[in-house]
């Protein structure tokens, strides 16, 4: 008798019984065994088979073992309607499917069969077949046009299913061939379907908001039953419910939400139906909070419980605390006490007029009880009968397994408790070896610092609720980044030329803060590294930067702190008449001008100040409208100080946060947004003219003057405001990663490539009018984790979704097209901006 697979399914449940639930489309993308080979063959079935070298078994994407004729296809003909022939895919447990990939049969140039269109049936429990719609109720998925490419297609709304069919459409009779993969996660939640009423109409200010659970697939009536919908699609609803994620869709689409007068007792009950008996732990709930509009979260929960045939007479309470305050939608987490059950029933009470969900969620485990038929059966087979003489040795094996799984555990528990005292022992050595290793690429593009106060702590050690399912080949973020075979050529190559140039000594990582660029030379590597010298200020080209008077600066305000500096705003006066013609700038020549005036500690080291002063040498030299300028220096005594132009605006992230609204966003805002991104990119394409690299492209670091002028700045980095945009690695150097290419975090390589990433988000940033950080979705680690994503190529790697109302063309022309894996396939900033020239003029 095989027991191998009862100690497979037991140890899955040691692994599962705690795991938390929260799935998110955007990642859950991951391919769930057609190509692989994961899905065996007896879970591949079809209607029919054209002979047995086009089996269903060989309907596998982009997969060929050198047998059969290299796809799946039916005996017959397609009919038009595409609804008789079928290839069938068993998952064996349920699954949350975000993307479907199809691809037709080449067979080596001697066939040319492939599905133009289908459809694509669904089941959770093999009996009931629900047809996918997109959300506008639309079946048909636009297919293969040759035998060879393989065609995505993204399910919105995505699916939960155990069972999937593909059904191939054709216009005309037609030979058909198809192979496919299905991309999603596993559906860890359990939930089978749940049983609601049918969301009610709101009429507000004369508009007709919608909160029916558009996409539910059960049966729909007053009470919509035996189906799953809006509140499992992994969408959560936007603070103001007026607008959706989806673009196109009417006001109310994200939320499912009832009025208060149609309920006299006061509350909606709710039912939800598992896949077995489970231990559950909490219920996440996704709530509106718009009280303005008569809309908050509930009152109270009550939920009861039921394994069998009725209800247990104790229920669950919880009461919120009801915000009176804030606006803002947010996740309520109902404990449920470990209750077991296979059904719930919850009863939410109203608090106000209206009740919003968009959202719920279950944390739970396997029910204990149900390892008593485990034991009794082998799991691959429930309904084999055990021969009585077998059963103790049966059960002595499997107790006797179980204890050695365990014992197991409880060695890994050990070690990593005494791994963890380990690595406090040594981790101050680690913290220099990372730091060294990313900042290796030294003097001319050092990474930024920061001057996060001991209020803030670090944030590298943090823990966050992984939504990257673990697979074999996953390492911690820092691991990573430490492993890479690129990456260790690029630190050796330069660590023996940093050792020559220091005269064999390995010196403590050199400093660079927050420069607006930094001088890239040719080189076979695209970014050499410069050693610091002694600058003379005032030779060559920079003798036209004067010393300004320290006495006529006038504190006016204290901009942000960094590691080694402060970024002051001040009154000059008289900077008007001591700036050269072509530095003149507009404004009263008898009031004092505001200035951005930045400072170096006295007791900055010399690095610092050799640094110090190549900023001033090179920002000296840069003339251009979109560019901040260096007005004037103060070299002569401690702290050594630059002086810049400063923008009566403030920077383009918070002007536009605070200035347009989303709704806003069309028409005549549209066009001034893009007029603002015509302007970074016309100066990203001046400092690219002249080899220069930015490293810190972001709305943070553009300011914004009269009519809308932009000019690229670098004071963002000092900023306590934007403290959030910025990683701390291991404690000591900051990144903005959300900005930065993979090769840049990964590698340490930054480029003008790499400038021509970021400037993709920043686009992404004015578009969204500044509303939400890039990837807000994800914690630090997990873009980390994406950008290895991007590395492998593995198409995995999660991209920034389409901004609302932005075109086809800025999006997948443009802002994808910077997100690039090769850089030498990104465009150029002469490209950019001549593209967005040619938007802006239509």
């Not at 938390?20 to 993308?29: I, L, S």
């Not at 009176?324 to 987490?333: D, K, P, T």
């Not at 103790?392 to 005292?421: D, E, P």
Request: a negative charge; glycine letters at 6%; charged letters at 25%.
């Amino acid at each position: 008798m095989e027991v191998k697979p009862i100690t497979h399914h037991l140890f899955f449940v040691l692994l599962t019984a705690t795991v938390r639930t929260q799935v998110n489309p955007e990642m859950c993308r991951y391919p769930l065994g057609m190509t692989g080979g994961q899905i065996q063959d007896e879970d591949i079935s079809a209607s029919s088979q054209w002979s047995e070298s086009t089996a269903a078994k060989f309907g596998r994407l982009d997969f060929d073992n050198g047998d059969g004729d290299g796809a799946w296809c039916p005996d017959i003909m397609s009919e038009p309607d595409g609804l008789k022939e079928y290839l069938q895919v068993d998952l064996r447990s349920l699954h949350f499917i975000t993307l479907v990939g199809t691809q037709g049969r080449h067979a080596d140039g001697m066939g040319n069969e492939f599905a133009q269109r289908y459809r694509i049936k669904y089941s959770r429990n093999g009996s009931n077949w629900v047809g996918w719609h997109d959300r506008k109720g639309r079946q048909i998925i636009e297919g293969n046009r040759n035998a060879y490419d393989v065609v995505l297609k993204d399910l919105e709304p995505p699916i939960i299913a155990r069972y999937v069919r593909f059904m191939p459409v054709t216009d005309h009779s037609m030979i058909v061939c198809m192979r496919v993969e299905l991309y999603g996660c596993e559906w860890l939640d359990g939930l089978m379907s749940y049983s609601i009423p049918d969301g009610h109409l709101m009429i507000y200010r004369g508009l007709d908001v919608y909160f029916n659970d558009s996409v539910y697939d059960g049966t729909t009536a007053e009470r919509l039953t035996k189906g799953l919908g809006q509140l499992t699609d992994g969408t959560w609803g936007l603070d103001d419910f007026l607008h959706s994620h989806i673009y196109g869709m009417w006001p109310g689409y994200d939320y499912v939400g009832w009025n208060n007068k149609s309920f006299p007792k006061g509350y909606v009950e709710m039912i939800f139906e598992f896949d077995h008996v489970r231990n559950f732990t909490s219920m996440k709930v996704h709530c509106n909070n718009m009280f303005s509009r008569g809309v908050r979260m509930f009152r109270q929960a009550t939920c009861y419980f039921r394994s069998g045939s009725d209800w247990e007479t104790e229920p669950v309470t919880f009461r919120p605390t009801v915000d009176r305050v804030s606006q803002i939608a947010r996740f309520v987490a109902v404990p449920l006490g470990d209750r077991t059950a296979s059904t719930i029933k919850c009863r939410f009470h109203f608090s106000d007029l209206w009740l919003l969900f968009s959202e719920v969620a279950f944390q739970s485990g396997k029910n204990n009880s149900a390892w008593v038929s485990f034991l009794s059966v082998p799991w691959d087979d429930p309904t084999h009968k055990v021969d009585d003489s077998n059963t103790r040795i049966l059960i002595g094996c499997l107790v006797a397994i179980i204890a050695i799984l365990l014992a197991i555990i409880v060695i890994i528990l050990w070690r990593q408790v005494w791994q963890k005292m380990l690595e406090k022992a040594s981790r101050r050595m680690l913290d220099d070896e990372l730091t060294a290793r990313l900042a290796v690429q030294t003097q001319a593009f050092s990474f930024h610092h920061s001057s996060l106060s001991s209020e803030g702590g670090s944030t590298s050690n943090s823990t966050y609720e992984r939504i990257f399912p673990l697979c074999a080949d996953y390492q911690e973020p820092s691991r990573l980044i430490r492993k890479l075979p690129e990456f260790a050529q690029s630190t050796e190559h330069l660590g023996r030329k940093e050792k020559t140039q220091s005269g064999g000594s390995e010196g403590a990582p050199h400093y660079a803060e927050a420069d607006i660029i930094s001088l890239q030379e040719s080189s076979d590597s695209g970014t050499d590294s410069i050693t610091p010298v002694n600058i003379n200020l005032f030779a060559g080209t920079d003798s036209s930067m004067k010393e300004f008077p320290r006495h006529k600066l006038t504190f006016k305000e204290k901009l942000g702190e960094g590691q080694f500096g402060e970024v002051h705003l001040c009154e000059a006066e008289g900077m008007q008449d001591f700036l050269l013609e072509d530095l003149s700038i507009e404004g009263n020549k008898e009031s004092p001008l505001l200035v951005a005036v930045k400072t170096l500690r006295e007791d900055a080291n010399k690095n610092a100040r050799n640094d110090f002063l190549k900023e001033i040498r090179i920002m000296s030299r840069l003339r251009d409208p979109n560019i901040v300028r260096l007005l004037a220096v103060c070299v002569d005594t401690d702290p050594l100080c630059m002086i810049t132009e400063y923008m009566e605006n403030g920077d383009l992230n918070q002007f536009l946060n605070t200035t347009y609204r989303a709704n806003n966003i069309a028409s005549t805002y549209y066009i001034k947004l893009i007029g603002m991104a015509v302007q970074i990119a016309s100066g990203m394409k001046y400092l690219s003219s002249l080899n220069f690299v930015h490293r810190d492209l972001a709305t943070r670091n553009c300011l914004v003057g009269k009519n809308y002028t932009i000019k690229i700045a670098d004071f963002g980095m000092s900023r306590n405001l934007y403290r959030g945009d910025y990683y701390r690695i291991q404690g000591r150097a900051v990144l903005p990663i959300r900005w930065m290419s993979w090769e840049s975090i990964l590698l340490g390589k930054f480029t003008m490539a790499s400038d021509v990433w970021a400037f993709g988000v920043t686009l992404w940033e004015i578009l969204t009018l500044c509303k939400e950080q890039p990837y807000s979705q994800l914690s630090d680690e997990q873009v980390i984790e994406n950008t290895g994503e991007f590395f492998r190529d593995q198409g995995k790697q999660v991209y920034l979704p389409k901004p609302p109302y932005c075109p086809d063309r800025i999006y997948h022309d443009l802002m994808l097209s910077c997100w690039r894996r090769n850089a030498k396939q990104r465009p150029s900033f002469q490209e950019i901006h001549t593209l967005l020239m040619d938007i802006s003029n239509i």
